[in-house]
């Protein structure tokens, strides 16, 4: 099963991060390229390939709490500590900095 967030920079839609059963990828959008958008990282320039990785790509890991926020974030939606796409979609729709990570819906439900 494929897990999505749409990803935003400074409110405006970059692209897709997402968790398959091959592993994890982030892809800018065309449109957003051809805005000539600002790249959501250095480590992530913009480009029209997708960025794959057998893990967590390091820049979305990092955007996730830790410490006694990741606790609470834990508890409070009974998440397990190692499910580090669950805590993005549930954590990061408003985090500190310029990206933001909305959970993309499959018939009106969160994929979570």
Partial sequence: MRRSGRVYFKGHPAGIVWQD???YGFQYDKAYIIAKGTSVSLTL???EEPYLSGT???FFDGLIPEGW???ITIKNWKMN???RMGLLLVACKD???AVSIEPE???GEELL
């Fill in 21 to 23: 059963e091959n592993g």
């Fill in 45 to 47: 320039p913009l480009r």
């Fill in 56 to 58: 967590m790509l390091p």
């Fill in 69 to 71: 926020l990741l606790d």
């Fill in 81 to 83: 500590p190692n499910d």
């Fill in 95 to 97: 985090c500190i900095g």
């Fill in 105 to 107: 819906q499959v018939n």
